[in-house]
């Protein structure tokens, strides 16, 4: 068996820098930095001592919360909601509290599973892209802050990276492109980054999937009987969702790995926990108890949250919630000394922990690997839940798995890990979530059974006089199909003028198939499953345009002959367009 060498190599640029990762969590949130220096071997740093949060100096993770007072300004966030003042300042005052928000930006299909989650609204006058920017924007303060404290000279090494800083976002696995430039838009509005082209490309992004399997690779926790066609499944379990991705160790030296399965995403981590927590109380006190107000309700939410679910690991045993003095009774509603007893026999406790328990094991059992034993490895902040871990074992006892936690914090792997990714690039394939491609225009062909099936929708070019069928879909690549990273898809195009211009004004639309059709030719074929993605736009000069006769004229139309290349191998999507002059150089 060969060593796995997971060292990190030098860097290779030319030059200083920083790069700065943000964990952007439903409830907490983590970063990490590392200055890259030319030869240098960079170390990640997570940040900790948050401001507000100075006496909790090795947290790494603070609330995803902010504070806005009635004229929509940012009073406080992150670990500076646990400052005294603040909590009474924001009730005398009428601050509005703004929590959840991460899942305002959620991909439109997982809507309905977020029926009656208590998301606060968004302040009047702001946008979620704005929220979530000043959320950013103090993430990104402190991590700043942080680096300058812990680095020797860091006042003249920031004078000199200042204007360059790379920033890497986490996100949940089922994000795409639509969420990425939500974030980048989000990380200009909150000044990481100017809104130039250099800019933009200065914010990177990842899925947590990915980054948390980057952070167990630099921990040292994936060489537990690795070696060169392991299966690897890891199982990031957050406040917001469990993310599951699974790989396949391809090269030991240094290690490299390829996406196996396609990736899942479901919306059910600890926070649902909660509010089904949330969902009992209300149904047991609200109607009769005389501590069924919303004040001591919010109260139970909250102990809960911070200290019984954390801790709950045997259904045989009651669990009991503070919330008032010891002269608080009510034994009609188990309430007791002070404390709500949440039976352990009647299952309560579990129930609330149902659904996640339940995505978990399914996605476990789902990505394991039908021919080898497959290793599972289970981070994020609720993987230190001791009923979830417990239970994630004993539903998935029956198959050929190994699960570990690892023994250190897991809750900043992902905003490690994304550094990791960033530095280190092990994944070399991923899997299509869906299928991409392009919208298309065939040339009319009377011979064709599907042409003819579609003549309404057939039109004739006003240049090229030629006819061609609306409403085709061409495939760059087809959902489940593995991509390596460095692959690039070609799709020729042709765009008829007729006068020859300076310049030719090309955009392309990148399009998303989300049905389950395997062989998808045209857009009626299912056409409430397409989706714009993103687009791309690109100047061509006069040097590319041909002359061409117009059929049946004496006249002459231009050609605009192109290519649309794509990368869709990387974690974000990259196209660029291609043509040839007539000397038959080729320019991009």
């Known amino acids: 068996m060969s060593s796995i060498r997971t060292e990190r190599a030098p860097y290779r640029g030319s030059g200083t820098s920083l790069v700065i990762s943000i964990d952007f969590g439903t409830t907490f949130s983590g970063s990490s930095w590392a200055l890259l220096e030319p030869q240098q071997i960079p170390e990640v740093i997570d940040v900790s001592g948050y401001a507000g949060q100075e006496f909790q100096a090795s947290s790494t993770k603070v609330p995803t919360v902010i504070y806005y007072d009635t004229s929509g300004e940012v009073r406080a966030a992150g670990g500076e909601i646990y400052d005294p003042e603040v909590s009474i300042q924001a009730r005398e005052e009428g601050w509005e509290r703004v929590e959840w928000f991460k899942l305002l930006l959620r991909p439109r299909a997982a809507d309905d599973s977020l029926a009656g989650a208590p998301i606060s609204p968004i302040p009047s006058g702001k946008t979620t892209i704005q929220v979530v920017g000043d959320y950013l924007n103090y993430m990104s303060k402190s991590a700043i802050e942080h680096f300058k404290n812990e680095m020797v000279g860091s006042e003249n090494i920031w004078e000199k990276v200042k204007d360059k800083v790379n920033y890497v976002l986490s996100h949940p696995n089922g994000w795409d492109t639509t969420q990425h430039e939500d974030m980048r838009r989000a990380a200009i509005h909150g000044q990481l980054i100017p809104h130039t082209d250099e800019g933009r490309n200065r914010v990177h992004f990842v899925s947590e999937g990915e980054a948390s399997l980057h952070w167990c690779v630099s921990n040292g926790v994936s060489k537990k009987g690795l070696q060169a066609g392991s299966d690897i499944t890891v199982v990031d379990a957050g406040g917001g969702t469990i993310d599951v991705s699974s790989y396949t160790v391809t090269g030991t030296t240094p290690l490299k790995l390829k996406e196996r399965c396609i990736s899942d995403s479901h919306l059910a981590g600890s926070v649902f926990v909660t509010k089904a927590f949330e969902d009992f ?190 409403g085709g879909f061409h495939a760059h690549v087809t959902r489940g199909t593995a991509v390596q990273e460095t692959q690039t898809t070609r799709f020729p195009l042709n765009l008829w003028l007729p006068n020859k211009q300076k310049k030719t004004l090309v955009t392309l639309e990148l399009i998303c198939y989300k049905g389950d059709l395997t062989d998808i030719s045209w857009t009626d074929q299912d056409p409430y499953k397409f989706e714009e993605l993103c687009s791309f736009t690109a100047r061509i000069p006069q040097s590319a345009l041909i002359p061409e006769p117009r059929p049946g004229t004496r006249s002459v139309c231009w050609l605009c002959a192109f290519d649309a290349v794509v990368s869709f191998g990387t974690t974000e999507f990259k196209c660029h367009i291609e043509w040839k002059d007539r000397q038959g150089v080729v320019h991009r």
């Open 281 to 470: 109380v209300r149904a047991k006190l609200e109607p009769a108890s005389a501590y069924g107000d919303q004040e001591t309700i919010s109260h139970l939410v909250k102990e809960f949250d911070k200290t019984v679910k954390c801790v709950f690991r045997r259904k045989d045993r009651r669990s009991a919630v503070s919330f008032g003095s010891y002269r608080e009774n009510e034994r009609e509603f188990d309430i007791e000394s002070g404390e709500l007893i949440v039976q352990g026999q009647a299952q309560d406790m579990a129930d609330f922990f149902e659904a996640s328990c339940a995505a978990a094991a399914d996605a476990v059992r789902k990505h394991a690997s039908p021919t080898s034993r497959t290793i599972v490895f289970v981070v994020g902040g609720f993987a230190a839940s001791p009923w979830l871990y417990s239970e994630l074992q004993n539903r998935v006892q029956d198959l050929n798995v190994d699960i570990f936690r690892a023994d250190t914090m897991t809750a900043k792997a992902a905003a490690n890990g994304a550094i990791g990714y960033y530095l280190d690039r092990r994944v070399s394939a991923r899997i299509a979530k869906w299928t991409y491609g392009v919208y298309m225009s065939p040339q009319f062909d009377p011979s064709d059974k599907e042409h003819a099936l579609r003549l309404k929708d057939v039109h004739q070019d006003s240049a090229s006089g030629r006819k061609f069928v609306d």
